[in-house]
Each structure stands twice: as C-alpha cells, then as structure tokens.
C-alpha cells in the first residue's frame, strides 16, 4: 500500500532532536492550502523534552542527558536510540480529523501493530500514550498550529529503558515503561516503521 499523492512519508534515520523540531516549526509555519501532508519516522540520540507548562520537578535525575523545553502538549518524556519515533505534519482539517481523532489514529495504529503481533495493548482516557499492563509502551504529545499538526509520537522498540527511571515519565510517579521487543514483538525497528505505515495510512484516513 503506497502513500496517496496528498502525504510524503520520510524515512530520517538517527537525527538530532533541536535541528528536526525547528524544522517541523519551518515545514508547519512555510505550508499553505495545497502543501502536501508529512509523516517523518526516525530515531533520536538520548535527550529529555519537557512539555509547555511541563513540570521540571518530574526530572529526576537526568544527569549528562540534556534537556530541552520544547512546544508541544504533555510533561517530560524520553527519546533514545532504539525508539521509533513519528511526527504527523498534517493538515486537520483537510484531512476531515479532530485533534481527539487524530490522538486516537495514532494511538490505534500502535495498538494494531502490537495486536497483530499478538500483545493485547490499550488507549487511557486519562493519560495519552499506548499501554501493555499499565507499563507504557508508546508516549504521545503534539502541537497544532494554524490547523496543523506537528510533534506526535515516540513508539519504544528495542531501546535502553534506563533513562526512564530517571524521570516521572510524562508527569506520572512510577510509570513503569515497556518496549516491544521485551513483548516478544520484533526487534528490527525498519521493519517494525514498515508495519505501522500501513496502520497510518489506515487510521489517519489516507486509505479507504
């Protein structure tokens, strides 16, 4: 199942984190009416946000880690090497979805990748994100501007989850997290972007 002419989907590798939310900001600020939508999946070198009215009492201990205060919803999360991590730059309402909607595509797609790999994973409605017996399995947060989309999802594959303990992971004390790979779902994390376009493309509306 290819992307349809309205969204480019681009594979980034390992990028920094600063350099790729300034471009998101760019790409949202720059795009008008006929901008085709952006989906970017990639991986980050170890590094904490905090979210706009993010708490830093819930870094714990981030130690040579650093920080950075950044624009979307949501308190402090982690991103590392090993984690897939997808920012949906899409135009909401030409895309016909409400923000709520949007969260819950994204959440639905990793639910029906952990699913067909036979992990039973579910939406909160008190906290968004993707768990497996309460752990956390992916964490959520976005930011919308001029009715666009940016920031969005961090799906843990196959990572070093130390970093989480030293942090109240997204604002909750003893959120335990938890990786698809110690699921018994695969490791690989191309493959893994692979299988979850396809729940994108599904769940986002670009596929009928």
Known sequence: MNPPADLVIKRLGLVEYEPTWRDMQTFTDRRDAQT???????????????GLNGNPE???????????????????????????VVYPMIDLRRQSLGVRELVSALEQSVIDLAANHGIDAQARADAPGVYVAGRKL?????????????HGLAFNIDMDLEPFSRINPCGFEDLEVTQLKDLG????LELVATELEQYLLKNLKYTT
């Open 138 to 150: 992916a964490s959520l947060g976005l930011r919308i501007r001029r009715g666009c989309s940016y």
């Open 36 to 50: 085709a939508d952006e989906i970017w999946l990639l991986q980050h070198p170890p590094v904490y946000t905090l």
């Open 58 to 84: 819930h870094l714990l201990a981030p130690a040579d880690i650093p920080v950075i205060d950044i624009d979307r919803g949501g308190q402090v999360t982690y991103h590392g090497p090993g984690q897939l």
């Open 185 to 188: 779902g695969p490791a690989d």
